[in-house]
Nanobody, 117 residues
Framework: QVHFLESGGGLVQPGGSLRLSCRAS???????????MGWYRQAPEKERELVAS???????NFADSVKGRFTISRDNARKSVYLQMNSLEPEDTAVYYC????????WGQGTQVTVSS
């Protein structure tokens, strides 16, 4: 059973930055390395949405709402995925999760990001 451990969230002012980390603690390397990994977020009373993904070949994709502000990276040796978020806006407030793309269920606890002055 895959377990994702997300961290790095917090309260930040508009225009600020945060770096989220996710470790796929129970995902074996031979499964993690070829997987496309993604960061998802769920704002209050909204559906969970995919905001960024990175393939095994490091091809990245971003939702239009975060293009130019977020970057995603991965470290296969650490079975980890990172989300660098810059120029944060109040609309980015959500719980952020990582998972495979498409997701395989087994969601972690997520990490709360709150953008507010």
């Amino acid at each position: 059973q895959v377990h994702f451990l997300e961290s790095g969230g917090g309260l930040v002012q508009p225009g600020g930055s945060l770096r989220l980390s996710c470790r796929a603690s129970r995902m074996i390397t031979s499964t993690f390395n070829p997987a496309t990994m993604g960061w998802y977020r769920q704002a209050p009373e909204k559906e969970r949405e995919l905001v960024a993904s990175i393939s095994s070949g490091r091809t990245t994709n971003f939702a239009d709402s975060v293009k130019g502000r977020f970057t995603i990276s991965r470290d296969n040796a650490r079975k980890s995925v990172y989300l660098q978020m810059n120029s944060l806006e109040p609309e980015d407030t959500a719980v952020y999760y990582c998972n495979t793309v498409p997701d395989g269920g087994n969601w972690g606890q997520g990490t709360q990001v709150t953008v507010s002055s």
